[in-house]
Antibody, heavy 117, light 112 residues
Framework: EVQLVQSGAEVKKPGESLKISCKGS????????IGWVRQMPGKGLEWMGI????????RYNPSFQGQVTMSADKSISTAYLQLSSLRASDTAIYYC??????????WGQGTLVTVSS | DIVMTQTPLSSPVTLGQPASISCRSS???????????LSWLQQRPGQPPRLLIY???NRFSGVPDRFSGSGAGTDFTLKISRVEAEDVGVYYC?????????FGQGTNLEIK
């Protein structure tokens, strides 16, 4: 069974950094792109970028480039999303999802990040 | 960036009746490899999104056959043949033809 399990909710202060993890199982983690998606409170889905754990090759949405860093450790089947210099506007749920068949076909449960002073 | 525009943004539907959501892209979604990477996702309240349809019309594993997708080029449609209570949620189209991938604004399906 394909599963993506994300790290737990975080509360951070403005200016701090954060690294969210996404552990895959039940499939060849290194051979499938992992995408990251942001969902701000009460809003829609925003595509942040994708990473291919086998290389790792990364493709960022220019809207997020410079603010986030994607990485992966294929030896432990885990992808990471690092957010730096957090602001209140970074408060959101962050999802990882496997890109396969031209779609995001398996999703993590989401990680709620709250940025507040 | 390719802009994805969904209509309607809200769709009140009677149980057992059909529902239809339209998604239009600002440019053709036909990839250089010949595929059209248009998918549909469902997000039930409090849940992560779930893939329903990929490459326009292919139902993902476990998706009921009351869901169907169609379209070509820049115009696409998701249809639910008979809405059930569990179909309540927000539906998104997404294009994965050109980076950055983009989502539609979402359509809120609710029961009348």
């Amino acid at each position: 069974e394909v599963q993506l399990v994300q790290s737990g909710a975080e509360v951070k202060k403005p200016g701090e950094s954060l690294k969210i993890s996404c552990k895959g199982s039940g499939y060849s983690f290194a051979s499938n792109w992992i995408g990251w998606v942001r969902q701000m409170p009460g809003k829609g889905l925003e595509w942040m970028g994708i990473i291919y754990p086998g290389d790792p090759d990364t493709r960022y949405n220019p809207s997020f480039q410079g603010q986030v860093t994607m990485s992966a450790d294929k030896s432990i089947s885990t992808a990471y999303l690092q957010l730096s210099s957090l602001r209140a506007s970074d408060t959101a749920i962050y999802y990882c999802a496997r890109l396969n068949l031209g779609g995001l076909n398996f999703w993590g449960q989401g990680t709620l990040v709250t940025v507040s002073s | 960036d390719i802009v994805m525009t969904q209509t309607p943004l809200s769709s009140p539907v009677t149980l057992g009746q059909p529902a239809s959501i339209s998604c239009r892209s600002s440019q053709s979604l036909v990839h250089s490899d010949g595929n059209t990477y248009l998918s549909w996702l469902q997000q039930r309240p409090g849940q992560p999104p779930r893939l329903l349809i990929y490459k326009i019309s292919n139902r993902f594993s476990g998706v009921p056959d009351r869901f169907s997708g169609s379209g070509a080029g820049t115009d696409f449609t998701l249809k639910i043949s008979r809405v059930e209570a569990e179909d309540v949620g927000v539906y998104y189209c997404m294009q994965a033809t050109q980076i950055p991938y983009t989502f539609g604004q979402g359509t809120n399906l609710e029961i009348k």
